[in-house]
């Protein structure tokens, strides 16, 4: 437990920071075989913890299927998920624990990686834009465009390093049911992309439906 704010990091924490990074870039390398049962009860655990009604949620093989399954949705609008809440709340939580400077260096420890990430994915997007630029209309491209809701292990991986640095070497306090589910997402997903969609039902109203999509692993994986 962590009793007060810590003023300063000793060089050996500093040091020791890189290797949670590399940690847990290698627990989404893991060749696990897919389950979707577990991918399914994570993503549904996380949408109870927060009291949100649980989504339809669909598999896929890719990236590009996953986003072929986008445009025939028809009208629907991209959001960000679930797991943008488990972030909020697991780092927002442990942040609060630390002098503000000390949380500015970790992050800024981990953003060379956020940034190579923010490129991967670009350019994943972006490629995949163009295969389907001939089957989008104009509509559904600026669904697509919206890339900041779209979300992939390698993003959970490099907060859940920072995290668990903290957890681990400076015995912050933290929320034991959201870590696991963070973890469990983190491991059994691939890309996740959230969206909401009108759906008629029996009665003739309408009502919102909640879609998760989960590309299946492999997924490309960033190395050194």
Request: hydrophobic share 40%; glycine share 2%.
């Amino acid at each position: 437990m962590l009793t007060q704010p810590l003023q300063s990091l000793t060089l050996e924490q500093e040091t020791i920071i890189k290797k949670y990074e590399a940690k847990w870039l290698k627990l989404i390398a893991a060749n696990n075989a897919f389950d979707k049962n577990a991918a399914a009860e994570a993503i549904n655990t996380a949408y109870t913890i927060f009291e949100k009604p649980k989504p339809t949620i669909i598999f896929c093989d890719s990236q590009y299927h996953a986003f072929k399954i986008v445009l025939e949705q028809g009208i629907c609008n991209l959001e960000s998920g679930v797991e943008y809440d488990l972030i909020n709340k697991l780092w927002n939580g442990i942040k609060n624990q630390l002098n503000p400077q000390i949380a500015r260096l970790i992050c800024q420890s981990n953003e060379p990686i956020k940034q190579i990430i923010s490129q991967y994915k670009s350019n994943t997007i972006n490629q995949i834009r163009r295969q389907l630029d001939s089957e989008a209309n104009e509509q559904q491209k600026k669904i697509l465009i919206r890339s900041n809701t779209y979300i992939q292990p390698e993003i959970l991986a490099s907060y859940g390093s920072q995290c668990d640095f903290c957890i681990s070497e400076l015995s912050c306090e933290y929320d034991d049911k959201i870590w696991l589910v963070f973890q469990s997402i983190l491991q059994n997903c691939g890309w996740i992309i959230t969206l909401e969609k009108l759906v008629n039902s029996e009665n003739g109203s309408l009502n919102r439906e909640k879609i998760v999509i989960i590309c299946e692993k492999p997924i490309a994986v960033l190395s050194d």
